[in-house]
């Protein structure tokens, strides 16, 4: 069990640009998470994935954010024109659904700075 | 969504029991506590989960008031590794999925040596 990872750990790219990030949960986690976070915020909830269906969508996950599992294992998060606020930590996290765990397990993150 | 309140900030001395408070006064009756923490440059880690009765795993101990309004999150023996922002988060499971784990700012612990 190598942990949830991402890819890639850190972005640079210049307003108006598409980015897409990947997130490989643990192997035997069929539910998915997707967050923001700002310096000194907590996470921000942005969608939920249980296999690949995406159940749950924050209304902060604007018409420029799409985020696909299309196999139920890894993901990917796309932001389409990109704006400087789109800077942010993007984290990943999954976890198991049945037995009695609830832990979520997060991934290092994708750090995404919009210039 | 349910909110928490937490102290911006919490010091501790290496080796002293920690208590962190978080207030949640209008949970629902179908909302867990669960408590998370970020060491620096990582993401989040699970702590421990309740929903009405005290909680203890080997990481720490939860305390839930009797009227579940507030909680208390207790490291017993505080490590230099403690050292973390501890994120109080109510999760409704009786809305949609229950998925939505809404994290507030959180608490700052240092552990002085």
């Known amino acids: 069990d190598t942990g949830v990872s991402q890819d890639p750990r850190h972005k640079i790219t210049k307003r108006g640009q598409n980015v897409t990030f990947r997130c490989d949960p643990i192997s035997e986690h069929n539910r998915l998470y997707w967050y923001r976070q700002t310096l000194g915020q907590g996470p921000e909830f942005l969608t939920y994935?249980?296999?690949?269906?995406?159940?749950?969508k924050s209304r902060l996950l604007s018409d420029r954010f799409s985020a696909e599992r299309p196999k139920g294992s890894f993901s990917t998060l796309e932001i389409q024109r990109t704006e400087q606020g789109d800077s942010a930590m993007y984290l990943c996290?999954?976890?198991?659904?049945?037995?009695?765990?609830?832990?979520?397990?997060f991934g290092p993150g994708t750090r995404l700075t919009v210039t | 969504d349910a909110k928490t309140t937490q102290p911006n900030s919490m010091e501790s001395n290496e080796e002293e029991p920690v208590h962190l408070p978080c207030n949640h006064s209008t949970i629902s009756g179908t909302d867990y506590i669960h408590w998370y923490r970020q060491l620096p440059s990582q993401g989040p880690e699970y702590v421990i989960h309740?929903?009405?009765s005290n909680v203890n795993n080997r990481m720490a101990s939860l305390a839930i008031a009797e009227d579940r309004k507030s909680s208390t999150l207790i490291l017993h023996r505080a490590t230099l590794r403690d050292a973390a922002v501890y994120y109080c988060i109510l999760r409704d499971v009786g809305v949609g999925y229950g998925q939505n784990f809404v994290f507030g700012p959180g608490t700052r612990l240092s552990v002085l040596p």
């Open positions: 996290a999954s976890s198991y659904l049945g037995g009695s765990s609830y832990e979520q397990y």
């Open positions: 994935f249980q296999n690949e269906a995406q159940l749950e």
């Open positions: 309740g929903l009405t």
